[in-house]
């Protein structure tokens, strides 16, 4: 990881973004949307994945993540992988009115970098941030649950279905989530 940032505990619990190229609006569709969710799934059932807390906003997803059984920087690596693909098909195959566009500028973003292939979606930073006391944690649930509020899409935290906030408020929730007590 670049910038300096890396995860040395890897079975730490981690503060983590994961931004789109460009800060490109793509999860203003739920189809998007849904595909980061049902990886997020995927990675807890088959791999291990801890999801302590996450929002996905029209551009990058923050979350606070370990890992039981994978190092977590292979994982974070494999989802984004896997993510990026999928979403990529789903721009090619679906009904996508900016098709075009997304595709040209995510086929841009990989001509700037060695290690991609023909699309980057995701920027190779993730900026991790290891949690390890109470004051920073609580620091980043804040963050992260107040997200939506602060980009004026909703007015409570438990209102954003794309967010663990449901979860901490005894809500059902798209995801299971690993509650910080």
Request: hydrophobic residues 35%.
């Amino acid at each position: 990881m670049s910038g300096g940032y890396k995860i040395d505990n890897q079975h730490g619990m981690y503060y983590l973004t994961f931004q789109v190229v460009y800060w490109i609006d793509i999860f203003s569709r739920s189809t998007y949307r849904d595909i980061i969710i049902d990886s997020f799934r995927y990675c807890q059932r088959e791999k291990g994945l801890r999801i302590h807390a996450y929002v996905i906003m029209s551009n990058h997803v923050h979350c606070i993540l370990s890992s039981e059984m994978t190092d977590l920087s292979t994982l974070i690596k494999e989802f984004k992988t896997y993510t990026s693909k999928q979403i990529i098909k789903a721009i090619k195959e679906g009904r996508e009115s900016r098709k075009e566009w997304l595709l040209f500028m995510f086929e841009r973003a990989a001509t700037k970098h060695k290690r991609n292939t023909k699309y980057q979606l995701w920027t190779h930073e993730n900026q991790p941030k290891e949690l390890i006391s109470n004051a920073f944690i609580d620091q980043k649930l804040d963050y992260i649950h107040n997200n939506p509020i602060r980009a004026r899409v909703v007015d409570n935290d438990y209102d954003y279905i794309y967010s663990s906030a449901r979860a901490y408020s005894d809500m059902l929730s798209l995801l299971k989530i690993d509650i910080i007590e």
